[in-house]
């Protein structure tokens, strides 16, 4: 499978789709966590992040915590 795409300076990126399409292992490849045929360039001083859906809240902190 080939995956190009070019994203404009200062723009925000979401990835989404139905469970099983992929998304998990582009931003594997992306990141590096797993290996890649071909090549991953990002530009000089790029800033990426990762934001996951779950939460890993305690569940004994109160409602009415302040």
Do not use: C, Y
Request: proline share 6%; glycine share 8%.
């Amino acid at each position: 499978m080939l995956l190009a795409f070019t994203v404009a300076e200062k723009s925000v990126v979401a990835i989404i789709g139905p469970n099983g399409a992929g998304k998990t292992v582009l931003l594997r490849a992306l990141l590096r966590v797993d290996p890649v045929r071909g090549s991953v360039r990002w530009a000089p001083g790029h800033t990426h992040w990762l934001r996951s859906q779950k939460l890993d809240l305690e569940r004994d902190v109160p409602d009415d915590w302040t």
